[in-house]
DNA sequence: CTTGCTAAGTTAGCATCACTAACTTATGTT
DNA sequence: AACATAAGTTAGTGATGCTAACTTAGCAAG
């Protein structure tokens, strides 16, 4: 008998206080923006809900589960990013390719707790199903769309080579933008410039 | 009277127990390769090293500052490393630049948990001085080498802005090698190759 | 050789955290 | 109106980072 298929009204009402699996989420996020995920503590999450320390566990097996949640979002969100990029600059186009990547960084610096959950390290997230299909499935996008491009101007080579390889150089740039790695040798860089140079040389070369 | 500066025999001869400072370092090692920076305790490495949980605080400030020191420890282990690189493939040429990628990349897998370290968010380890400057010192390394590619081959550009190009795409190489993410859409990828092919194009354009 | 200073260890204790168990509240159904 | 149960509570366990106060051991001077 899970009561959890037909709230009352329409989205969001859970039984009695609310959405507190949201609303740890929500926290969650607060916290990892704040203080990074090394420092997050689902104590402090839960003080930021207003309930006890043991309320979680009603609604997440474990600290991980939520962070796992928030991968999952992320990559969504990211895909959801990504199409938008695409969409107005054109599928299959070196400006919708660039514009991609441009997306890619832009959700690395918005969020960037929240890409890291989804690419850094962590085992035991990454064996979770949800978050490995989900990141399985944004990839897949992006490697379509650069194969998109190859066949429409004939570029030869390995189109999945190619894309692994702009991947790589936007994912760079994503890194040592939010961890202020660039701050040591290049203060104020303009990574949206980078990548706009280097996109072209990796997709023809 | 800090009697620190003149050890009775060598290098490494401590007071009572022996050099409780570089075993504490080395088990703290131990640990971040079995299980990373973020689930790695303290209290373990006092038990691998054979002392109480207490003795640590003789030593360092921090739990921060032994890994403060692992960084910084890395940070010249890489430098070695990319110039050891250099040396035996010719400084200047495009050989020895590719060489330089692929030691960074050889660092970032032989030592993953330092490699993050080094490069990861950490604000509070990143403000530390000596971290700071070793980092500086060997990406200036980087930067000088790419640039004498530059000048003895008469490629147009800014030298520098090339020298960031390059190191963009190899950390991002590192980064998704070492976090498992190539894994996801492309299992068993030869990174060095994609390194090889990719160097030239983003040195000449 | 003894005395004493002090670096380097110890035990004991504090506050906090993740998580569990057992109890309580309140909600929707019958 | 009664009840089954989802969702919250308090209380408790073991582990952690770190501190304070005590103990041990190495070195130097008398």
């Not at 991980?64 to 979002?73: C, D, F, N, R, S």
């Amino acid at each position: 008998m899970t009561a959890n298929e037909t709230p009352k009204s329409g989205t969001k009402t859970r039984y009695h206080h609310g959405d507190l699996r949201q609303a740890l989420i929500a926290a969650t996020r607060e916290l990892l923006v704040e203080r990074g995920a090394a420092n997050f503590t689902l104590a402090d999450a839960c003080r930021l809900a207003g309930v006890s320390t043991a309320a979680p566990y009603k609604h997440f097996r474990d600290r991980l589960e939520v962070l796992e949640e928030i991968a999952e979002q992320g990559f969504n969100d990211l895909r959801e990013r990504s199409g938008a990029a695409i969409a107005t600059s054109g599928p299959g186009t070196l400006e919708g390719i660039i514009a991609m990547g441009q997306a890619y960084v832009a959700f690395a610096v918005a969020e960037p707790a929240v890409f890291r959950l989804m690419f850094g390290q962590n085992p035991a997230l990454k064996k979770a199903k949800d978050v490995s299909d989900s990141g399985h499935a944004c990839f897949a996008g992006v490697i379509d769309q650069v194969a998109l491009f190859c066949s429409q101007n004939a570029v030869q080579g390995d189109a999945k080579a190619i894309a692994l390889t702009l991947w790589t150089f936007v994912h760079g740039a994503a890194c040592l933008l939010i961890d202020d790695d660039y701050q040591q040798v290049a203060p104020g860089l303009d990574v949206e410039a980078l990548i706009r140079t280097a996109a072209p040389k990796l997709l023809v070369g």
